[in-house]
DNA sequence: GCTTGCCCTAGAGTGCTGTCTAGGGTTTAG
DNA sequence: CTAAACCCTAGACAGCACTCTAGGGCAAGC
């Protein structure tokens, strides 16, 4: 049993277009075409399409992938080196997570502020600290309203 | 006290392009000229560019971005936007976080299979499989070496 | 006054990842 | 036999976020 291109986009998710992208690409060597040239998906593709897919998901670069799968497609001989991709995939994977959640505490942080009872009095203060900041510099002042108190 | 562009790059990190891009962009509608035209940036717009940065980082579409900005420039009134905008992004970059943390445990999985001792076995009969689906289905065999023991 | 090292704008170019179009072949049901 | 619904390729186009170039102004030191 094999899978049409459109199958496999119902199965995975991506577009048709993208597929046959990835095929350009050189990500899906592993499709074989039946006699009248249409690609011809096998269930093993398909995981290997998953497999993609997380790469792809995770962040990595398209050129990366075809790395990967050029390993794949050389054989058990090429385990080390996959292991070794993975392992920096990973390492470089952890280190985005770590530096958006970093920066999601500091939208936090903002959110904080607009949700306290103090909001407005804060946010106030704030744009009167760098209205004062223009005007001591002889800069114009760039805010909707201007709120300069004595 | 105020900071020219290239002061203002180097604190941040992002280059005079990137800067003068996100001008262009309606980033940084605060950033006041001096007599000479040239950007005068005070300690408050460094406040407000890392502000975007978070966003940025976190993956927010610079036309949100600036959507949000707008919202700043108009003063305290506007409070409830920004909290409702910040609570929706950090939704989305959250459902990022764990569809990112699930891709990487498939990823982690792949990385097991390399690196236990039966390794070279378990990617050899994966192998075979997927050339045996090729056979069954009379397709060529994509890979470089062929192992099909009967 | 001239060189050096900044600054500016407008607009072209780049890299990446798709997405779509044009032109054409195949398969199946009626 | 033909219409509908698939499939194919090559290559154009798009969206995003920069990155760079050309052409020119300003400010400080020699």
């Known amino acids: 049993m094999t899978y049409s291109i459109k ?9 048709i277009y993208t597929l046959r992208f990835y095929d350009k ?4 060597p592993f499709v074989a075409r039946n006699s009248s040239g249409y690609r011809a998906f096998t269930d093993g593709d398909l995981s290997l399409i998953h497999t ?4 792809k998901n995770t962040g990595m670069k398209i050129k990366a992938i075809r790395q990967y799968i050029d390993y794949v497609m050389q054989g058990p001989a090429t385990i080390k080196q996959r292991e070794t991709m993975l392992l920096a995939h990973r390492k470089t994977v952890e ?10 505490q500091e939208i936090d942080y903002k959110l904080n502020v607009y949700q306290s009872p ?5 946010v106030t203060k704030e744009q ?9 510099n002889q800069l114009p002042n760039p805010y909707a309203q201007t709120i300069l108190s004595k």
């Open 7 to 15: 199958e496999v986009s119902e199965k995975t998710g991506l577009s």
């Open 25 to 28: 690409q050189g990500l899906l």
């Open 52 to 55: 993609i897919n997380c790469l």
């Open 95 to 104: 280190a985005e997570q770590r530096k958006i959640a970093e920066n999601l």
């Open 118 to 122: 103090d909001a407005v009095a804060t």
């Open 128 to 136: 009167q600290f760098v209205q004062q900041e223009k005007l001591v």
